[in-house]
């Protein structure tokens, strides 16, 4: 099982739609999670912490289940800026560095 | 505050060639790292430095070396270059290794002939 493992996508949304990602993670010792947005040909910019009581943050909601070690990011209402790649984040390397999942493809059309 | 800035932006270089690809935070930051990015791989970790003085390897160090004298810089030398090592390479800052938020860089995209 890969550390940390996302649904490639890519999604295809209209504008307005809800979409849900979901991120599986192998290490079950750890202990920070996080969702960063990547544009593209940019780098990774921070969208979210992931807190074990989920989290809010206009219309991003994540939530983290780690009996099943498992991690979501929902966005509500998307927009065409929303378009980017989404990366799931976990820390859990042999050093306790954040290890990045490949990432899913959103794509908001009109 | 600049961030984190990287140059150069684009690099052509041939087979056995070295260079150094340079780093620079101006937000105090101890952790400093390297990534790699190629596609489908996600970003993996070549190496990271807990504060001046102080390297370590992450995931794919091999044909790769760093220095840090100062907090502020992190260079990464290629010492062969090799054309496995086209990619995108992301350096990046924060506070801590993994609780805190990682500050990137906007990347050098190097292409080895």
């Known amino acids: 099982r890969k550390e940390v493992e996302q649904d490639p996508g890519p999604f295809n949304v209209p504008e307005g739609a809800t979409v849900a990602f979901n991120c599986t993670y192998s290490?079950?010792?750890?202990?920070?999670f996080f969702w960063y947005r990547q544009d593209c040909r940019k780098e990774p910019k921070l969208l979210m912490s992931v807190y074990s009581s989920g989290n809010e943050d206009g219309r991003f909601t994540a939530q983290l289940n780690r009996a099943s070690q498992y991690i979501s990011l929902l966005i509500r209402d998307s927009k065409l800026s929303d378009s980017a790649t989404y990366l799931c984040v976990v820390n859990g390397g042999s050093q306790g560095n954040l290890i990045f999942g490949k990432g899913t493809k959103l794509s908001v059309k009109p | 505050n600049a961030g984190v800035t990287q140059t150069p932006k684009f690099q052509v270089l041939k087979t056995g060639q070295s260079m150094t690809l340079q780093c620079a935070q101006d937000?105090?930051?101890?952790?400093m790292s390297w990534y790699r990015q190629d596609p489908g791989m996600g970003l993996r970790l070549i190496h990271y430095s807990v504060g001046a003085g102080i390297t370590d390897q992450g995931e794919v160090p091999n044909g790769y070396n760093v220095s840090r004298s100062t907090t502020e810089d992190f260079p990464l030398r290629l010492l062969s270059a090799a054309p496995s090592q086209t990619s995108v390479y992301f350096c990046?800052?924060?506070?801590?290794?993994?609780?805190?938020?990682?500050?990137f860089g906007p990347g050098t995209r190097l292409t080895v002939t």
């Open positions: 990046a800052s924060s506070y801590g290794a993994s609780s805190y938020e990682q500050y």
């Open positions: 290490n079950s010792a750890s202990q920070s």
């Open positions: 937000m105090n930051h101890e952790y």
